[in-house]
């Protein structure tokens, strides 16, 4: 690579990183504006099985340190999209033409079924759990989380299924590499199924329906991956 190549390559580099952070920062203004509106919308799966109706803040500096860091976290999985892109304007012209056809489309999957879990776990699994949690709760004790204690409980949680739901993903790079090919995953999907009903069990409450809100969506992300691995190049033989 020439001098002038590799200048060129450090200062697209940077104009790309510059401007990821600028929309960051812009982003991380709004949120932390709403940042506690957007921590009271973290809580409501919670909140509405407190008798008291609240949490509590056992630190005094918790109250704004916790929604910040919920406005930071917020902020940067706004900004994901705005990455990609500057990403891609930067990796793009060094791509194939058949390249750039199936990294674009793998990204922006990528990020939605991120999102999806995110969602999947706020809408159906906190509130579950924190439902059966408020049942258990022995006679004299007063349900009543800290601010930050529940923050990072949560924040896991939903990064946790926002994983969870790259399992398609996952195997379409697989086979795209030719690591394992998609009849291998065919042949393998009654393991799966089972699987995915252990991690039920181990993340979702103790009651059947509960296991198995969990476990039916990671057995459909099972077979959307091996449906994507149609699109991928041929596997290697079975």
């Known amino acids: ?3 002038l190549s590799a200048t060129h390559f450090l200062v697209e580099l940077r104009s790309r990183l510059l401007r990821s952070f600028v929309m960051l920062f812009l982003v991380l203004i709004v949120a932390t504006y709403f940042a506690n509106t957007l921590y009271h919308f973290l809580a409501f799966p919670l909140l509405k099985f407190l008798p008291q109706g609240h949490l509590i803040a056992t630190q005094l500096a918790s109250s704004f340190f916790v929604p910040f ?4 976290m917020v902020s940067l999985l706004l900004a994901v999209p705005f990455f990609l ?8 012209p060094a791509l194939y033409g058949y390249e750039r056809r199936l990294v674009w489309p793998f990204l922006w999957l990528s990020v939605m079924l991120f999102y999806a879990g995110i969602a999947f776990s706020y809408f159906v699994i906190l509130p579950t759990l924190f439902h059966f949690l408020a049942q258990t709760v022995p006679s004299g004790v007063v349900l009543a989380p800290d601010i930050s204690e529940y923050f990072d409980f949560t924040i896991k949680l939903l990064l946790v299924f926002g994983f969870l739901f ?24 009654s393991y799966a199924i089972i699987g995915a009903f252990i ?19 990671i057995c459909l992300l099972y077979e959307l991956g091996i449906l994507l691995g149609r699109f991928c190049r041929k596997d290697l033989s079975a």
């Open 1 to 3: 690579m020439s001098n």
């Open 166 to 189: 790259e399992i398609p993903m996952v195997m379409v790079l697989l086979i795209s590499v030719n690591i394992v090919s998609r009849d291998w995953f065919i042949r393998k999907r």
């Open 199 to 217: 991690l039920g069990m181990l993340l979702a409450p103790p009651d059947v329906l509960s296991q198995t809100l969990l476990a039916v969506p």
């Open 85 to 92: 892109f500057q990403l891609w304007s930067f990796i793009s």
């Open 69 to 72: 860091k919920l406005a930071f």
